[in-house]
């Protein structure tokens, strides 16, 4: 076991001294509406941006905002440690999820709620619970020197929950600014908080949108029940195909890029899976994956096909008779090393086109995708988080991965020239993307104290 | 050809002298928002209830509102013909279907818009439309003489779009009232204006709720996809085996109940469908029914099974990598005769019951229901709406079925004694329950004077 520094203790001392302004502040931004897929919010996400601008530049750092064809992304940074330390890019997102189902909600989900220590609200963790100790690193790092112990970037966007097109499509133009040795990514968690441990992968991802249309006009379900087939009927049909009951994708071709994962590589990770307690944190059964696989297996290294949304004719209150003209679904996939999201995307959609019986019209297209990501246990961006992991939380740093994606990163690892570091004090049942979605003011702790004393052994 | 009476030119002049009280007084009532199955719009229930009870007291009959377990339904009557004159009793209702997807319509449904003669609101048709023209009807006969040619019953209901439960309720209560030798439900249509046609049978209903969870919250499809089986997955693989590729519903028993057409009656429907007809006004093919049944087969004589409602995760502007704890279903059969609704709709609920794989929950209810009603084209009344037909639209009438449910008029039939005449000027293309419903005003001319003339022959 690693003795914990003295730097610990100082950094530990800042943040007993700073709890009110750190709750306060936290609070703050988590008051913004930042949600970026809806363009009724496109202000509120703009005021949370110039919001974290401000705390960049109060902590010390030289801030750009970054126009995009979205929403903007803030580039700061403060690289006065030399040529002879490293250049460290740290990369977090501003921006949230949408917040319905709403009436499942305890409490307003923008509106923080503090129980026992937990913190209720969208983005407590994802990802501005994440951001914000990164941003109290910084803090803590000066206060225990004038400088920082790495030349430092860090890169916030605002589009991540919706793809990050506005960033990727700039990544090769900001590439000199980025330049980084290595990028880590507060974006990921661990499976419990009582065993550290960093994650060595992510998966890709490919969105689409599929919509199907049998007729000019909903109809009467009397009148044209039998005449017409339903369009809910016929998608239906359609989707059934997609997976077997083993829990394999019926896409053809689908799987044929897989890279599998070598045997020192699997060796290293920890597939351990409780059911019973994932069966009592989320009522729910861990048999969603294919068969042959473990559940751990299924989430980290299968990809994945999953219908996020299916709406056709009424569902509002009481009945509807009416048979739709229109149905439609949200379809994504989760994609591991060796697919390309564009092409795996287009397979799925071909897939159901070719389907579509007469009198029946799809339109089908791909919405955003990222590769997968993944990192060797090797490393040396790894080794530090793992060492500063097992000094803040007392116990050795394992290796898990996360079934996720982050679909930006891969290109920013490719035009920083980075090495990948996925860290985060994400936990399984924090509700991210869901209602009442929360985080704790002591993984803030745990995160603030990581990332910093990271930063000093990286620039050690 | 029979020649057209002098009391239908009496009729028609009455028409003409007042085209424009008869198009003010029909928007009026098309602006009442009364949608019944949302509670939001009791008031506005509640509002065009009071009109239409105004409107008849104004005619000369004697109202009564009878209030039920939901919207009230009026009674109004003038029975002052003798006993040797027949006893007719018409049914209509005032309340409305919702008008989402309320972006598809070209014009505000409750602002009523007249273009080419054709009326543009909810309800235009179905049912304020038929309902009107009945009122006009009576005030026309007025007009001729100081008393109606029979004795003359209404009953407007006011939960007809959500399954009349109110008014199912009370009907034994109110069965001396209601006592008549004839029922005339005029909610029906034909399928073309240039050949009149009265309706033999409408088909029964059942509507059910189906519910399934599968977790305790909403999942992110990247942390959870591959370890949680996707309650979209489950619930479409469930409603995939509702019905099979040759249109069958697969429900055990479900055909068994069946009662065959005779060959007598069906040789006097008359079945006749144009495809390529239905596929220019439609935008749809016709081939929704069992391989092995003609279109209006499928559509009059058999029962169906249709999915109206499919709902699970996120559908709205942009995307939501989601894995929805719940999903759910609104789906409704449409009888024939022998079927009973609730035996039905249980075979239904419990099929899909008894295949929800471990690890989810179904909440599976049935919601309102009717049984199938049949006339025979050799009965008195359905003869003198024939004969009535046939002088106001010099042509000879012919007979249909009609694919719809009206599912309290098998009940009002049997508590009133009385024989049931289905008719009406609903054509194929009124957009009934869709966005831009409408009615003609000259359909209304029609209804009127068929309505009366009707009477006036059974009055003979």
New interface residues.
């Given amino acids: 076991m690693i003795a914990p520094s003295t730097s610990l203790d100082h950094l530990e001392s800042f943040f007993q001294s700073q709890q009110k302004s750190i709750r306060d502040d936290f609070f703050k931004f988590l008051r913004f509406k930042s949600i970026s ?3 009724d919010y496109k202000s509120d996400v703009l005021s949370c941006c110039s919001w974290v601008e401000e705390q960049l530049k109060k902590i010390g750092l030289e801030t750009e905002r970054w126009e995009t064809s979205g929403h903007p992304t803030i580039f700061a940074s403060h690289c006065k440690a030399g040529p002879g330390k490293p250049t460290v890019l740290i990369y977090n997102h501003y921006d949230v ?2 917040v ?2 709403l009436e ?1 909600w305890d409490s307003p989900p923008f509106e923080p709620v503090e129980k026992d220590g937990e913190v209720f609200a969208r983005g407590a963790q994802d990802n501005k619970g994440q951001c914000f100790y990164v941003l109290k690193a910084i803090e803590a790092l000066f206060d225990q020197e004038d400088d920082l112990p790495v030349n430092l970037k860090l890169v916030i966007e605002g589009e991540e929950e ?2 990050s097109a506005g960033i990727s499509a700039i990544l090769k133009e900001r590439a000199k600014q980025l330049k980084a040795d290595y990028l880590i990514v507060a974006d990921a968690g661990m499976q419990r908080l009582d065993q550290p441990s960093l994650t060595l992968g ?2 890709g ?1 490919i ?1 689409m ?1 599929v919509e199907l249309e ?17 369009t ?2 016929v ?3 359609l ?2 195909r ?2 077997d009951a083993k ?1 394999h994708i019926l896409v053809p071709g689908f799987y044929d890029d897989v890279k599998e994962l070598s045997d020192d590589e699997r060796s290293k990770i920890d597939f351990t899976f409780d059911s019973s307690e ?2 009592e944190m ?8 294919e068969e042959e ?1 473990s ?2 297996e ?3 290294i ?1 990809p ?1 096909l ?20 229109k ?2 679904a ?1 379809i ?1 996939c ?1 994609l591991v090393p060796g697919q390309d999201p564009e092409k795996t995307g287009i397979l799925v959609l071909d897939y159901l086109k070719k389907q579509v019986p ?2 029946f019209s799809i339109e089908a297209k791909l ?2 995708g990222g590769p997968a990501v993944r990192s060797s246990p090797n490393s040396k961006g790894v080794k530090a988080f793992a060492q500063a992991y097992s000094e803040v939380m007392n116990k050795p740093c394992r290796f898990t991965m ?4 982050i679909p930006v990163i891969a290109s920013l690892a490719d035009v920083s020239g980075s090495e990948v570091v996925l860290m985060g004090f994400g936990l ?1 049942d924090d ?6 979605e929360h985080f704790s003011i002591d993984r803030i702790r745990l995160g603030m104290l990581s990332i910093a004393r990271a930063l000093q052994i990286l620039g050690e």
């Fill in positions: 897929t809806d363009p999820q949408p319905d189902p499942l919706t793809g992510c998966r991802i969105t949108h049998g007729a000019n006009s909903d109809l009467h379900s009397g009148s044209h029940g039998g005449l017409h087939r339903n809910n009927h998608l239906i049909d989707l059934s997609l997976r829990g994932y069966r989320f009522g729910a059964e861990a048999n969603g994956g696989f559940p751990f299924s989430a980290w299968r994945t999953e219908i996020n949304g299916i709406s056709g004719g009424y569902s509002g209150p009481g009945f509807k008779t009416v048979i739709p003209a149905a439609s949200k994504s989760r007469k009198g919405d955003h996360e079934g996720g994606s399984p509700k991210i993307h869901a209602p009442n």
